[in-house]
């Protein structure tokens, strides 16, 4: 079965950088982006963007525009989201996640555990 | 940006009784709407897509309608285990954004 297996728990100081990594499994891994959400304590999710991983193009939200990067391994199945410029603010839970049929970026069917960041001093 | 709305904000109700929650869009999103259910500590679950179709797996107690501006989830016999934040997403423009949720508790 599909699944997407998030690496641990996070803690960074304000003007780190962050890589959080998703291991897919139970399907070809090219033939599906890696969208990336994130959830503020008590908020709404929030898209940050998508990697398409068969060929590296990727789509930002305009609000990470600049500190935000997404890269693949299509040796490991492995998608990686890197956030910089850390502030309080970037205290979430970040999910990969995956839509239901091929060929299409939205929604989200299939996610990741989720990855809690902590930012503090 | 496409902004979302949901009503109510919270919701109180009895098992074995219906459920209407309702999402509203700021401009059409066409059938482009999807409904999660997101319960505490775990990832969203998704329900609903193209504004009627269910996921695989998802019991046929819920249900999608409407299209452009309006939509509704419906649960028609709530259960113990449906108590949870029910979010609304639009995927028709860039970004796909998300509701404010509705949270839905057993009496």
């Known amino acids: 079965q599909v699944q997407l297996v998030q690496s641990g728990a996070e803690v960074r100081k304000p003007g780190a950088s962050v890589k959080v990594s998703c291991k897919a499994s139970g399907y070809t891994f090219t033939d599906f982006p890696i969208n990336w959400v994130r959830q503020a304590p008590g908020q709404r999710p929030e898209w940050m963007g998508w990697?398409?991983?068969?060929?590296?193009?990727?789509k930002f939200s305009q609000r990470f525009q600049g500190r935000l990067s997404f890269t693949g391994d299509t040796s490991a199945n492995l998608a990686h989201m890197t956030l910089s410029g850390l502030t309080s603010d970037d205290t979430a839970v970040y999910y990969c996640?995956?839509?239901?049929?091929?060929?299409?970026?939205?929604?989200?069917?299939?996610w990741g555990q989720g990855t809690l960041v902590t930012v503090s001093s | 940006e496409i902004v979302m709305t949901q009503s109510p904000a919270t919701l109180s109700v009895s098992p074995g009784e219906r459920v209407t929650l309702s999402c509203r869009a700021s401009q059409t999103v066409r059938s482009n709407l999807a409904w999660y259910q997101q319960k505490p500590g775990q990832a969203p679950r998704l329900l609903i897509y193209i504004s009627s179709t269910r996921a695989p797996g998802i019991p046929a107690r819920f249900s999608g309608s409407g299209s452009d501006t309006e939509f509704t989830l419906t649960i028609s016999s709530l259960q113990s285990d449906d108590s949870a934040v029910y979010y609304c997403q639009q995927y028709n423009n860039w970004p796909p954004g998300f509701g404010p949720g509705t949270r839905v508790e057993i009496k």
């Open positions: 996640a995956r839509p239901p049929y091929s060929g299409s970026f939205l929604p989200f069917h299939h």
């Open positions: 990697i398409d991983v068969g060929n590296g193009n990727t």
